[in-house]
């Protein structure tokens, strides 16, 4: 049997504010396998996004363990952590987090630069334009619709190659029909690269082009395993 | 009624504005309130001291009116037309030597004697406390008060006894202060402090003597003083005497302090200017944090005029804050000092509130506030209302318009005419605003080939590196703003500490070299030939010049009085008061004969005189022209017949004005020597030449130039003062730009960390960018500084040039490390951002 891209047993996770300790996550037991595509849904405070980012590395747990591509996140450090994204992770966000004082070359030809690639520039412009924006490559963001720009953010997710895509409402700030051709494009994408999607979103269509379907409410996993049409 | 309603929403506007407190105008308030302060305290300070010396005038003269004769005293028909108008008090100075009674050590003195009418204002400061009578009083011998460096100089104390020239002194206390030398100016020894019968009994005044007469007035109503000095000049109009009235007392006190002011305040008004770049970025930055909110009131159906307005309100009641706080503080400058320093002060201070100055300032600080946040204001007044409809706001590609372009002209054509106004050097003024606009000509165009061909340069293999190069061509990086506030402030440190060191040269290293160990004043003639022989004599001597000397005032220059002539400001010394005159057969050595020709050695014709090209020019004339002298109150007017080059440098012996031979021998007149030996034989030359011409003056140039250095340290001091506050000011605008793009920098790093960069990645990469920054602004500021202080040096100053590596090498430093820790103080702050935190607000 071979090992699932995602391992993640009683993960919990708590935040301290003003008002108190508040506990997000709460006993969380998941499993997803190589090349899976799943969909987390639930109403907003459900924990989804502290999910994904528990999942990236971003957030630490509380308690319980995290397993991705074999490694057990919750041992590794802040840069051991940012090690293994640029090797193995792509996220892609609702509201795209690209920098705007670079151009869409340069967005997304950044995981590769920090992970050392020579050829950064070459395969950032190679990713562009499997999205179709050869021609907006030295263009900054705030020069590009909000569907331009959330391909541009796909592009620089999936230029690494990542074995895990965690995507978080991609289509939340577009509209439906160019949210309709960014998830085409995302699932293109990861179907050509074999790559595990974790995809967060509201969108019922959307979720349902998932392998899995998973419902979270109040820091739980409501539906393990419920799968989808 | 439409303007009211207008203004009427301008205000609420402002006032709505405002009410969110001051928060990202720290900068813009600092930068106007340290460069109105700089301006307006060393204004505060130079009128309170110049009113200082008007309130004291009468003492700092010696009385309402001052009569100066060299060498000789006021015929007894002058004596009687003075003592009727008023009372007359009458000084005595020369420098001569003192001894202590064994003879083995002597020293340079200022020596005045006075007589029973002196002082006529003010009083004299005396250790221990007693009447000036008494303690000048003869008993077995004569009293002397002196001031305290005597003491430590020859090892004697009060009570002792000393010599000069064939009287003995007792030293009866010690001078604290004398009221008509409140301003301490530079002197060759200490005063020695006699009465007119002491005097007389040294014997020292012989004919030709160098000794000056000072006849103070004390008149019934000193308003008349201008009468007086009217009838004066009709009742002798030949006396030779120099008038100076109360309200001219210390002209070059003065005239210092006013050059002072003006050079500082220029500095002072680079600092105003780099904080200008700390004005615009505070307003650029807070406008941009606006876009949106401006965008939003322009869809509600605001009015491009109604947001500009309502900025430039802002901006200009905030400009109006900053400037209130330079200038109170600047006020309170003169204030504090003479409470702090009371009497140590090197000139008299009357502090007050000097409106005039407190205006200029504040008129520089709003015109400054103003010319660099207008470009801000009317890109804001454009700000289209569809920014509202797309995820990032525009970064700032549309321009201000005409309009704005052409008010932001007036704005710096007013500042510029301001400058030129205000200033008591107008040339100086117009070198300094065009220096200031090549300056941010070349700045902006170093800043704009930096970003471009950061942009241009292939890509650097190390991820970092590339980022950093990388960050300075990207939009709305800080670089442009960087190299310009820092280089500003870097230049301004450099110019000052490399015009600084080639005067400390010229003092210093240059001079001595070549420089006599010693001059000799007041050889009498019978003296001579001794005087030469015995110098000769000594061990290490290596040259021994002697030129006979008379004092003499230009009164004339080819004809027109002095007071009419048209003279260069830069030869302006030479008319001033009494010159030394020499006469020689000979041509002296290592003379250039610039034009004409050297007389016969045995010239006997009417009077030829050969003048130093420098000053011929500064008078506008030439060979064959004449030039009329006033010596011992005979007016001689002689023709020019060469013009020859000095240079003045080697402190070798020379005369602005040599007569030929057949004029000056059959006046009164005394020698005066110099002697070159090396520093290890200067003392034994000393001891034996004092102690064999007790009546001559010895003065040691290593001391003098000790002196000047002193006065250039403490001059300097005051100009690194004033170029530390430009660099701070550069520094806050540099502090200014990293903080307004703290926030992008620290969404950069969350990005950067979700596409895998770790901590050390982004750090270097931010590093990189400053370190390049840091480097580009220090070789850009040490070429352009080292450019302009040899303009400084070699054209105004007209001396030489000389890099100093070690100062230029400091500078770099400076600025790479500025902007270094600067810049990484701000990534750190970035880097311990938790992506998390940032992501979760979205």
């Given at each position: 049997m071979t090992e699932p891209m995602v391992e993640i047993n009683d993960l919990h996770l708590s935040l301290v504010g003003g008002a108190g300790t508040v506990n997000i996550l709460r006993g969380i037991d998941l499993q997803v396998a190589r090349g899976e595509t799943i969909s987390i849904v639930g109403?907003?405070?459900?924990g989804k996004t502290t999910l994904l980012m528990a999942l990236s590395g971003l957030e630490s747990p509380s308690a319980g363990q995290v397993h991705v591509a074999g490694r057990d996140?919750?041992?590794?450090g802040e840069d051991q952590l940012a090690r293994f994204r640029r090797q193995h992770v792509g996220i892609v966000f609702q509201s795209f987090h690209?920098?705007?004082?670079?151009t869409a070359l340069e967005n997304v030809a950044l995981p590769l630069e920090f992970a050392g690639r020579r050829d950064a520039r070459e395969a950032a412009r190679a990713a562009l334009e499997k999205t179709g924006l050869a021609a907006r490559l030295a263009h900054f963001p705030g020069e590009l619709s909000g569907g331009e720009q959330q391909r541009v953010a796909l592009a620089r997710a999936f230029v690494n190659q990542p074995s895990l895509l965690l995507a978080d409402?991609?289509?939340?700030?577009?509209d439906r029909e160019t949210g309709d051709k960014v998830m085409d494009l995302l699932f293109d994408l990861q179907q050509k690269q074999g790559t595990t999607l974790v995809l967060v979103t509201h969108d019922a269509s959307l979720a349902d082009r998932c392998h899995r379907l998973i419902r979270m409410m109040d820091g739980r996993l409501?539906?393990?395993g419920e799968q989808a049409t | 009624m439409i303007k009211s309603v207008f203004f009427g929403q301008v205000l609420r506007l402002v006032r709505r504005e405002l009410r969110?407190?001051?928060?990202?105008?720290g900068v813009f308030l600092a930068c106007l309130f340290l460069g109105v302060f700089a301006i307006s305290a060393l204004g505060s300070f130079t009128a309170s001291a110049k009113s200082g010396l008007l309130a004291d005038a009468g003492a700092l003269l010696g009385g309402d009116l001052e009569l100066r004769l060299a060498h000789r005293e006021l015929q007894a028909e002058q004596r009687r037309f003075l003592d009727a108008r008023g009372s007359l008090s009458h000084v005595m100075t020369m420098r001569t030597m003192a001894a202590d009674m064994a003879g083995d050590n002597r020293m340079l003195i200022e020596l005045k004697a006075v007589d029973q009418?002196?002082?006529?204002?003010g009083e004299l400061g005396i250790l221990p406390a007693m009447e000036l009578k008494q303690a000048l009083a003869a008993e077995e011998d004569f009293g002397a008060l002196v001031e305290r460096g005597f003491l430590e100089r020859l090892g004697v104390k009060v009570g002792d006894r000393v010599r000069v020239g064939e009287a003995t002194f007792r030293v009866r206390g010690v001078l604290t202060a004398e009221p008509d030398r409140s301003v301490r100016a530079f002197t060759l020894g200490p005063r020695f402090l006699i009465s007119q019968a002491g005097l007389a009994a040294t014997?020292?005044?012989?004919?030709?003597?160098l000794v000056n007469h000072r006849y103070r007035l004390k008149l019934p109503?000193?308003?008349?003083v201008d009468n007086l000095r009217q009838e004066l000049q009709i009742a002798f109009?030949?006396?030779?005497w120099r008038l100076r009235t109360w309200r001219e007392a210390a002209p070059r006190v003065r005239f210092f302090l006013d050059r002072m002011n003006q050079n500082l305040t220029l500095i002072g008004l680079c600092a105003l200017l780099v904080g200008g770049l700390g004005v615009a970025g505070a307003v650029r930055g807070y406008l941009a944090g606006k876009t949106f909110h401006i965008a939003t009131m322009k869809c509600l159906g605001a009015s491009g005029p109604l947001i500009f307005t309502a900025y430039l309100l802002q901006v200009l009641l905030l400009g109006l804050l900053g400037a209130a706080g330079g200038l109170v503080c600047g006020a309170a400058v003169p204030f504090l000092l003479a409470w702090l320093l009371g009497d140590r002060l090197p000139v008299p201070l009357a502090p007050s509130i000097h409106l005039e100055v407190l205006l200029v300032a504040a008129l520089f600080g709003l015109l400054i506030a103003l010319a660099f946040s207008l470009n801000a204001l009317g890109i804001a007044r454009r700000?289209?209302?569809?920014?509202?409809?797309?995820g990032y706001s525009p970064t700032g590609r549309t321009g201000p318009g005409k309009g704005i372009q052409a008010a932001i002209g007036l704005v710096v054509l007013a500042l510029g005419l301001l400058a030129v106004l205000t200033s008591t050097d107008k040339q100086l003024a117009l070198w300094f605003i065009a220096g200031a606009a090549l300056c941010f000509a070349l700045f902006r165009f170093a800043a704009a080939g930096v970003i471009r061909l950061s942009r241009a340069l292939p890509s650097p293999p190390l991820p970092s590196l590339r980022l950093g190069l990388g960050n300075i061509h990207r939009?709305?990086?800080p670089a442009g703003s960087a190299l310009f506030s820092l280089g500003l402030g870097l230049t301004a440190l450099v110019v000052v500490v490399l015009v600084q060191a080639n005067l400390d040269d010229l003092v210093t290293e240059t001079v001595p070299q070549k420089a006599p160990a010693f001059f000799f004043l007041d050889i009498q003639g019978h003296q001579v030939a001794d005087f030469a022989e015995t110098a000769q004599s000594?061990?290490?001597?290596?040259k021994v010049e002697r030129y006979p000397t008379l004092r003499g005032r230009i009164t004339a220059i080819d004809g027109i009085s002095v007071d009419e002539a048209d003279i260069d400001p830069e030869v302006q010394w030479a008319v001033r008061g009494d010159r030394y005159l020499s006469y020689a057969g000979e041509m002296p050595p290592e003379t250039m004969i610039t034009s004409g020709n050297w007389w016969p050695t045995d010239y006997a014709g009417p009077p030829r005189i050969s003048l130093t090209a420098d000053v011929a020019k500064g008078f506008g004339i030439g060979v064959d022209d004449t030039l009329t002298v006033n010596v011992l109150g005979r007016e001689i007017t002689g023709t020019i017949a060469s013009l020859r080059e000095v240079d003045?440098?080697?402190?070798?012996?020379?005369?602005a004005i040599i007569f030929a031979p057949g004029?000056?021998?059959?006046?009164?007149q005394t020698h005066i020597a110099s002697i070159h030996v090396p520093p290890a034989q200067e003392e034994e030359v000393y001891r034996v030449m004092t102690g064999k011409f007790p009546n001559v003056s010895a003065i040691g140039t290593r001391e003098v130039l000790q002196n000047v250095s002193r006065t250039l340290e403490r001059i300097g001091a005051a100009f690194r003062g004033m170029a530390a506050v430009a660099l701070l000011t550069g520094f806050l605008v540099l502090a200014g730009a990293v903080s307004a793009d703290q926030h992008r920098r620290i969404q950069d790093a969350v990005i950067f960390k979700i596409c895998g960069a770790t901590r050390w990645n982004i750090l270097t990469a931010f590093a990189a960018e400053f370190l390049l920054l840091g480097i580009i602004a220090g070789l850009i500021s040490a070429l352009v500084g080292s450019l302009a202080a040899m303009g400084i040096l070699?054209?105004?100053?007209?001396t030489s040039f000389r890099l100093h590596p070690g100062a230029i090498l400091a500078t770099l430093l400076v600025g790479i490390v500025l902007t270094l820790g600067l810049g990484l103080l701000g990534t750190w702050k970035a880097l311990g951002h938790k992506p998390a935190e940032l992501l979760r607000r979205e």
């Open positions: 109403p907003s405070g459900a996140l919750t041992a590794l690209l920098v705007p004082t670079m409402e991609p289509t939340g700030n577009l409501a539906a393990p | 969110s407190g001051l928060k990202g105008f009418a002196y002082p006529l204002y014997e020292l005044v012989k004919p030709g003597s109503d000193r308003e008349q109009p030949e006396a030779g700000v289209p209302p569809g920014v509202l409809f797309r939009r709305g990086s000594l061990p290490g001597v290596s003045w440098s080697t402190l070798d012996l020379n005369f004029t000056l021998e059959q006046a009164p070699k054209g105004l100053m007209d």
